[in-house]
């Protein structure tokens, strides 16, 4: 498979709208991808607290309709990053997006961890509660966001519900850029699947973005890893490793101590 993750930068100056249709053109220059990743809250930068309800949107909102034709266009499956959600019944919350190369939205995924210590997404957000899985061509693709990648029990979760390949997005800071390594390729490696985390560039209210999207192998060898700016990382990956480690090194079928988390997918 050949994923694309576009390392986006979030810098002030830049209205919502423009990065909105500067980044479908970014996915509409990776056609021939199979897969294209962006990055968590990349809209409004996830440190960007007080856009949040401002620039909060319906799952059908400008977003979807924008990287569903983007999608659409470049003939790939997209996983759009997430938005700060609207739901017309409840609070915000922080939804990651995946369409199909028809421009159908196939999943979508509430986080479930949300950062914050009692304070900013920790407050502004409400929970997600479900594991979510989407299958592609050739792989099961098992979906996190940013904080997430401290939470080990939840990738097990995805394993379970038949995840091979991992995808986070996020808007991590550059002053823990050294757990985001580590987290990325200790997830791979305890679950034998590969890893795609795809993180902002630039500035979030203040905030240093680490950059430095990688994917990590079910062995966790880094394939690829990019810098901290805005860059496309694009890499090559076979899918039938995750079989194959498993089988080689079957660490999984040790497992005494089980996980029970609604899921979907």
Not at 32 to 56: I, K, S
Not at 166 to 194: D, F, I, K, M
Not at 215 to 222: A, F, L, R, S, T
Not at 237 to 257: G, H, I, M, N, S
């Amino acid at each position: 498979m050949r994923a694309s993750l576009i390392q986006i930068g979030v810098e002030e100056g830049e209205s919502v709208e423009s990065r909105r249709r500067r980044v479908a053109a970014l996915v509409r220059d990776e056609a021939g991808a199979d897969l294209v990743v962006l990055p968590e809250l990349w809209t409004t930068g996830a440190f960007a607290y007080e856009l949040f309800a401002t620039e909060a949107e319906p799952l059908d909102g400008p977003t979807h309709e924008a990287m569903a034709k983007a999608a659409s266009d470049a003939g790939v499956w997209l996983h759009a990053g997430s938005i700060p959600e609207r739901d017309p019944e409840g609070p915000l919350y922080n939804t990651s997006l995946v369409f199909s190369p028809d421009g159908d939205l196939a999943a979508a995924y509430r986080k479930i961890h949300r950062f914050g210590f009692d304070k900013g997404e920790a407050v502004l957000m409400g929970a997600g509660e479900e594991l979510v899985t989407v299958r592609l061509p050739g792989t099961t693709v098992g979906l996190a966001t940013c904080y997430d990648l401290r939470f080990p029990e939840l990738f097990r979760g995805l394993v379970d519900a038949g995840a091979e390949t991992l995808v986070l997005s996020a808007g991590w800071p550059e002053r823990r850029r050294s757990h985001w390594t580590l987290l990325a390729q200790a997830r791979a490696v305890e679950n034998q699947a590969y890893v795609l985390a795809c993180g902002t560039a630039g500035t979030h209210a203040g905030v240093p973005q680490a950059g430095h999207s990688i994917v990590v192998d079910p062995w966790g060898e880094v394939l690829a890893e990019a810098g901290g700016g805005e860059e496309i990382l694009r890499v090559e990956f076979d899918p039938a490793k995750v079989a194959e480690t498993r089988e080689q090194f079957p660490a999984l079928k040790d497992r005494l101590l089980g996980l029970t988390v609604p899921r979907r997918g």
